[in-house]
């Protein structure tokens, strides 16, 4: 009797165990970013992680590939490794809007406690168009695979108990 209510306190866990490493097997560990586009203004918020980041960056391969233009030094304080990275992404990221070249005006980092995406890297950007038509943006090779989203929020100012029509 002692042994099966071992046994079955055993299963229990094995059966935790297994259902919590498939719970983390779906984190998505790919970068991610969010393109929002506003009147006069284009945001683009990535989500990576910064050890594989600051590796790519000190990786003599992409650089041989010409995935980077510059190595960057393994013996860089923090807030130089994040200088370094954010020239490099200001000569690789490339943002067109209605087919004009957009440069960035604003690059920032911040780091937070997510696992899978622990460097959050924001740029900032103004056009002058009324219309957009078309936007079109690539990052660096360093960054790898992006899970990319657009977005175009609509404003509506709601009364009280007002509801708010909406066309997509």
Not at 1 to 26: D, E, G
Not at 66 to 91: H, R, V, Y
């Amino acid at each position: 009797m002692y042994f099966l209510k071992k046994l079955k306190w055993l299963m229990l866990a094995c059966i935790l165990t297994s259902m919590s490493a498939q719970v983390s097997a779906h984190v998505l560990k790919n970068t991610t970013a969010q393109v929002i586009l506003r009147d006069g203004q284009v945001e683009v918020k990535v989500l990576t992680n910064a050890e594989h980041l600051i590796s790519a960056l000190q990786s003599e391969q992409a650089w041989l590939m010409g995935d980077i233009d510059k190595l960057m030094p393994t013996n860089l304080s923090a807030e130089q490794q994040e200088e370094f990275a954010k020239n490099a992404f200001k000569q690789k990221t490339s943002l067109r809007v209605n087919q004009q070249v957009i440069v960035f005006e604003r690059v920032t980092f911040t780091t937070s406690n997510n696992e899978a995406h622990d460097l959050e890297i924001v740029f900032q950007a103004k056009h002058t168009f009324t219309t957009v038509d078309e936007l079109a943006i690539s990052f660096p090779k360093s960054l790898g695979a992006v899970h990319a989203s657009f977005v175009k929020p609509q404003y509506k100012l709601l009364g009280a108990g007002d509801t708010a029509k909406i066309k997509f």
